[in-house]
């Protein structure tokens, strides 16, 4: 038996993270669990900013709260948290850790090998070191189930299924 208390969904507002927001729900209500919502913003240490950096970060929490709705905050407990790090995979996977997660869910935008080995993946860095099962959102989604040109071929040149 599955068991499954705590649910993390990273986000860093995409659409891909939008994907996995909706995996992470639907995983959380099917379990009963706990879910959480993660935003690890950089570090704006030694960083030139136009904007106030507590005003970026007051609307960025009001940005990552505004995914939750109010049936996420009431059924699912859910929170919105925010962190800060030079390596949000690392934060991630420390999050994870400190908060006993038991399944993150991600998106991933499926960058081709030669892009993921430049500028390398958080999506990756995560499903290697987290203490727990990662599942990755590809976005755009692909259909799970492809259908079988055999049988489809079959099908239509005998519609009746009768022989």
């Known amino acids: 038996m ?19 927001m909706d995996y992470g729900r639907a995983l959380a209500r099917t379990f009963g669990a706990s879910l959480h919502l993660l935003h690890v913003a950089e570090n704006p240490f030694l960083r030139p900013t136009a904007a106030d950096p507590h005003a970026l970060k ?4 009001r ?7 109010d049936d996420d905050k009431d059924a699912l407990h859910a929170t919105a948290v925010l962190e800060t790090s030079d390596d ?7 999050y994870a850790g400190a908060h006993g997660i038991d399944l993150i869910v991600m ?22 070191t987290a ?7 590809r976005y ?7 259908p079988d040109p055999v049988a489809s071929t079959v099908n239509s040149s005998n519609p009746g299924g009768q022989s």
């Open 2 to 20: 599955i068991v499954m208390k705590q649910i993390l969904v990273a986000t860093d507002f995409s659409e891909a993270s939008g994907a996995a």
């Open 58 to 61: 007051a609307a960025t929490l």
């Open 63 to 69: 940005r990552l709260a505004g995914r939750l709705t």
């Open 88 to 94: 949000p995979a690392d934060a991630i996977v420390k």
């Open 107 to 128: 998106g991933t935008h499926g960058r081709g090998v030669v892009a993921q080995i430049l500028v390398g993946s958080v999506a990756e860095k995560v499903v290697r």
């Open 131 to 137: 203490p727990c099962p990662v599942l990755t959102v």
């Open 140 to 146: 755009p989604e692909r259909e799970f189930v492809v």
